[in-house]
């Protein structure tokens, strides 16, 4: 039995139904003519022949009549330039329209994860160009979400470890850019009281780094803090291993407070000390707990973060040692590169190429590629405590500490340099 032929095959048979043929100069011609006839009809039909008739003139016609036969012509479809120029669609049409194709592949069966992703970025792409304060409430996380529930896939958050989780990171933005919130909420307690083997078991982890990660604003740092806070106590309350749970959504909101551009924004002094308390429990890196403290909203101190940095033992770590830094670490001059590597976030585990770090203009071009990400935060961190320092009256300190830093990874910048820079970037 031969297969009939798709529909979109015979589009190159049948013109246009709505598209007006152009006219040519024969016919724009006789356009003109039957213009000029039938105005002069109706203006002899109000007012009276033009002509020198001496014959009786016909009856007036009603006051307005003049007016009502223009408005038919001018309201023809030959002078509406709508229906002969079609203006381009805008972002919000271009949205919906890719929102149409999401619910017609839906409803035929052909709806997959790697489409629902492409769906997403394309919406993305889209709203980014002309909608960049609407980019992820358009519509478009709730479809996806409830096709995921349709096809029950949504069960088992299976889709959740999909690929490397890119669809994740994306889904969870576009989610809570339309208010579904207390899903992933519900999502987090399905995971903690799922039983031992039933699901990855970093996938909770990456779930609640994801969630903390797309509550981060640089507008506005409470809601991440206060998501992470609100995800510790439902941890408690179900006896789950914090560590485990959490550890790696605190280490997102430590890069956020410290690394991420953020202008002058300080989170909330109660919620920050809450973040901090969970410190000793969760373990995270001395590095990252020395430059958390430099950026306290009320007291902030440089004391941990002064005592690794001029520590010996700290520098003989094989992590920070000479032949390391050689190899992954700095150049002796600046490199030329536009390449999105510059924009790839420090920490590996976190979603490269959507932040850039602070200072990263001015330190990468001397960075290898790809970067040392840890050397990039030690940088920092370096810069952040000469400045605090400094900031303090604690300048021949803040010295000492920058010329620690240069020597041990052979940074080309002066200690005026770095003073000046640290001056603009905050």
């Known amino acids: 039995m031969q297969k009939s032929r798709p529909l979109s095959s015979f589009k190159s048979i049948f013109p246009p139904i709505h598209a007006p043929m152009p006219l040519d100069q024969r016919g724009s011609q006789r356009l003109l003519e039957t213009m000029k006839t039938s105005f002069r009809a109706e203006l002899d039909k109000e007012h009276g022949s033009s002509k020198a008739d001496p014959g009786p003139t016909s009856k007036p016609a009603m006051p307005g009549a003049t ?59 889209i709203a980014g160009e002309g909608l960049p304060d609407s980019v992820y409430s358009s519509g478009a996380g709730r479809l996806v979400f409830e096709w995921l529930r349709s096809s029950g896939m ?78 510790e106590s439902t941890a408690r309350e179900r006896n789950a291993n914090i560590r485990s749970v959490l550890r790696f959504a605190w280490r997102v ?34 590095v990252e707990r020395a430059h958390v403290n430099l950026f306290h909203p009320v007291e902030p101190s440089s004391g941990l973060a002064e005592e690794m940095l001029l520590n010996n033992s700290f520098w003989n770590h094989r992590k920070y040692s000479h032949t390391n830094v050689a190899a992954a670490g700095v150049r002796d001059s600046p490199v030329l590169d536009t390449s999105t590597a510059a924009d790839t976030v420090i920490e590996p585990l976190l979603l490269p190429g959507t932040l850039t770090g602070r200072f990263h203009h001015t330190i990468y071009p001397y960075l290898n590629r790809p970067a040392n990400t840890s050397i990039y935060r030690l940088v920092v961190l370096g810069i952040d405590t000469v400045q605090h320092l400094i900031r303090t009256n604690r300048e021949p300190q803040a010295m000492r500490v920058w010329d620690r830093i240069v020597t041990e990874l052979r940074l080309p910048f002066t200690y005026e340099q770095v003073a000046g820079m640290t001056q603009v970037a905050r």
């Open 67 to 125: 007016d009502q036969h223009l408005r038919s012509i001018l309201h023809n479809p030959l002078f509406s330039v709508s229906d002969m120029v079609q203006a381009p669609d805008s972002h919000l049409q271009k949205v919906e329209k890719q929102k149409a194709i999401f619910q017609m592949a839906v409803s035929r069966g052909l709806m997959d994860l790697p489409r629902a992703h492409g769906f997403l970025l394309r919406v993305r792409s």
């Open 253 to 286: 909101l430590a890069f956020h407070t410290t690394v991420t551009p953020r202008g002058k924004l300080k989170p909330p002094a109660d919620l920050f000390d809450r973040f901090v308390s969970m410190e000793p429990e969760l373990m995270p890196r001395k």
């Open 154 to 231: 949504e069960n088992d958050l299976s889709f959740l470890s999909n690929g490397n989780g890119q669809f994740r990171r994306l889904l969870m933005r576009f989610m809570l850019g339309d208010g579904l919130d207390n899903v992933v909420w519900t999502w987090y307690d399905r995971l903690l009281e799922a039983r031992e083997g039933a699901v990855p078991p970093q996938l909770i982890r990456l779930l609640m780094g994801d969630f903390v990660n797309s509550k981060f604003s640089t507008q506005e740092l409470g809601p991440a803090y206060s998501t992470l806070i609100q995800a």
